[in-house]
């Protein structure tokens, strides 16, 4: 009896253990197909090895479009590779979504995430909050404070964007504001009539407003504030109409070998310290509660535009089809 006691007591203090430090429990690989930038990937990946130690990772890197096309034929051959995702935008995540590869993580913790950062199934979560405002340069004679500013006659010809057909940032912008009825698509014939330039990628944008070649631009605010910091000639604005975010979401497909360590990995990015990370990076946090990157001032609340990512995904084809009619890009 004594000896039974003993081993019950043992097997009950080893499960108290892996209770007390679950991320320990999880071992063997964990596949990640992520769109981040280098650096933040190889930091990420890092830093959930720091809290899971016994998860091998194996990363496979690169921008979201060609991850969407390895996936697709990974899964018309019948053997899609990763456990999890960290991609770009809700927009993609949607497709996965709708097509039935996402597996749904009801038990993630979203305690201090807004409603609109992650997917209301929980198939999908996001990681952080990339917007998009205005740009402009130091030297720029007019100081905007809305979208609306843009369109206006003084501004002719002092514009640019990225175009949503190279940015997923900006097709989200694009959708978001053509189902506006405050801006529509007659924001953008205003901008079609005031010379808007649109160019294939935020960094053309950034560096346009820091030379002053124009001295208005559409762009992510990280990339703004951060050449700001570094002491570039930029100025940035949170628009008064809100910004459309990107939240870089996090998912695990359904077909994961390695479930236990993804739904790990998923944790890890929406804890405290996951979300500390995203900061440490750059970006804005998507949890609430966490303190904000160092070029945020905390007098400035950020206005999130409402976005229906599922409108937004069944229509996002067709406004770039429009978009490119109007500006040729």
Not at 16 to 26: D, K, W
Not at 65 to 81: D, H, N, R
Not at 172 to 199: E, H, M, Q, T
């Amino acid at each position: 009896m004594l000896k039974s006691i003993v081993r019950l007591a043992a097997v009950a203090g080893c499960s108290l253990i892996a209770l007390a430090t679950p991320s320990l429990a999880q071992s063997g690989k964990l596949v990640l197909y992520t769109s981040q930038p280098d650096r933040d990937a190889s930091q990420t990946v890092a830093a959930f090895k720091a809290a899971n130690p016994n998860v091998e990772v194996e990363i496979f890197r690169s921008g979201t479009t060609e991850i969407m096309s390895k996936l697709a034929a990974e899964f018309s051959a019948g053997q899609p590779k990763p456990d999890v995702l960290l991609i770009a935008d809700a927009v993609s995540m949607e497709v996965l979504k709708k097509d039935g590869r996402l597996l749904a993580y009801t038990e993630a913790k979203v305690d201090g995430f807004p409603a609109g950062t992650y997917d209301a199934d929980k198939t999908y979560f996001g990681s952080k909050l990339i917007t998009t405002g205005i740009a402009y340069n130091t030297a720029a004679k007019m100081k905007p404070t809305s979208f609306a500013d843009l369109a206006k006659p003084e501004y002719k010809g002092q514009v640019i964007m990225p175009s949503p057909l190279y940015s997923g940032a900006a097709a989200i912008l694009l959708s978001a504001f053509a189902s506006r009825p405050d801006l529509g698509w007659k924001y953008f014939d205003g901008l079609k009539a005031n010379d808007l330039v649109a160019v294939r990628g935020n960094g053309a944008v950034l560096k346009a407003v820091a030379e002053g070649e124009k001295p208005y631009g559409i762009l992510v605010d990280f990339m703004a504030l951060n050449a700001k910091e570094k002491g570039s000639p930029v100025e940035f604005v949170f628009p008064k109409e809100g910004v459309s975010p990107v939240t870089e979401p996090v998912a695990i497909l359904k077909t994961a070998s390695n479930q236990a360590a993804a739904k790990a990995f998923v944790d890890f990015i929406l804890s405290p310290k996951g979300q500390e990370l995203a900061v440490s990076q750059g970006y804005i946090p998507a949890r609430e509660g966490v303190k904000g990157p160092s070029w945020l001032a905390p007098s400035v609340k950020v206005n999130l535009m409402p976005i229906d990512t599922a409108a937004v995904l069944e229509k996002t084809e067709a406004d770039k089809k429009r978009f490119a009619d109007m500006f040729g890009n």
